[in-house]
T-cell receptor
Framework: AQSVTQPDIHITVSEGASLELRCNYS??????LFWYVQSPGQGLQLLLK??????LVQGIKGFEAEFKRSQSSFNLRKPSVHWSDAAEYFC???????????FGKGTKLSVIP | DGGITQSPKYLFRKEGQNVTLSCEQN?????MYWYRQDPGQGLRLIYY???????QKGDIAEGYSVSREKKESFPLTVTSAQKNPTAFYLC????????????FGPGTRLTVT
C-alpha cells in the first residue's frame, strides 16, 4: 500500500539550532514528494517539491530536503531555526497515475527562544 | 492577487442541519480538492474534481456532497448523514489533476453541536 510516514509527532528545538524532520514513503517507484507547513488555524503552504533530477532541493524560508531512494526518505532540513518556524509540517507524495496527494500525519515543531 | 478563498472562517451549526462550505479560486486551475483535517490525523481527501461538471469521491466521501458548475468554484456540503462533522476543512487546487503541487485555502473550522 502506498503511504507516507512521519515518525516524529512533536519536536522541540532551540532557536538557532539545526533541524531535521523525517519523512519515509512506501511506493514501488519514484514518487513526487512535497513538504508543506501549516501555522495554527491556517491553510498549508508549499515549502518545496521533488519531481526528478537533483536529489537535494531548495525551498522557501531557508528549507531544503534530500531525496534518498535507497532509504525511501525525503527529510526536511534547516541549518538554523527561527522562532517563526514553529508550526506543523506535513510530508506528502503522489504516485504515478494518481490524482491525489497522500499526506503524513504531520510533525509539530516547537522552538525554544 | 491570485489565490483560494474559503468562507466563512468559522461556522457553527446544530446537529441535523446541512451546511455548505464555500471555496473559490482565481488561479485558473483545472483541479480542485476538499480535505478534512482532525488533530493527529493529517489530511484526508473527501472529494476532488478534475474538470467542470465532474468530480470523484476521495477516501472519506460518506456524508458529504459537492458540485463543480464553474471552474472557479467547488462548494462542499456537509450533510446530516456525516457522523462526526466537527473538523477543519481545507480546499485546494492544482493546475492539472495528478502529480502536481496543490495550493491551499485558509480553511473553514466547522463546529456542530
Amino acid at each position: 500500500a502506498q503511504s507516507v510516514t512521519q515518525p516524529d509527532i512533536h519536536i522541540t528545538v532551540s532557536e538557532g539550532a539545526s533541524l531535521e524532520l523525517r519523512c519515509n514513503y512506501s511506493y514501488g517507484a519514484t514518487p513526487y514528494l512535497f513538504w508543506y507547513v501549516q501555522s495554527p488555524g491556517q491553510g498549508l503552504q508549499l515549502l518545496l517539491k521533488y519531481f526528478s533530477g537533483d536529489t537535494l532541493v531548495q525551498g522557501i524560508k531557508g528549507f531544503e530536503a534530500e531525496f534518498k531512494r535507497s532509504q525511501s526518505s525525503f527529510n526536511l532540513r534547516k541549518p538554523s531555526v527561527h522562532w517563526s518556524d514553529a508550526a506543523e509540517y506535513f510530508c506528502a507524495f503522489a504516485g504515478a497515475g494518481s490524482y491525489q496527494l497522500t499526506f503524513g500525519k504531520g510533525t509539530k515543531l516547537s522552538v525554544i527562544p | 492577487d491570485g489565490g483560494i478563498t474559503q468562507s466563512p472562517k468559522y461556522l457553527f451549526r446544530k446537529e441535523g442541519q446541512n451546511v455548505t462550505l464555500s471555496c473559490e479560486q482565481n488561479l485558473n486551475h483545472d483541479a480542485m480538492y476538499w480535505y478534512r483535517q482532525d488533530p493527529g490525523q493529517g489530511l484526508r481527501l473527501i472529494y476532488y474534481s478534475q474538470i467542470v461538471n465532474d468530480f470523484q469521491k476521495g477516501d472519506i466521501a460518506e456524508g458529504y456532497s459537492v458540485s463543480r458548475e464553474k471552474k472557479e468554484s467547488f462548494p462542499l456540503t456537509v450533510t446530516s448523514a456525516q457522523k462526526n462533522p466537527t473538523a477543519f476543512y481545507l480546499c485546494a487546487s492544482s493546475i492539472f489533476p495528478g502529480r502536481y503541487e496543490q495550493y491551499f485555502g485558509p480553511g473553514t473550522r466547522l463546529t456542530v453541536t
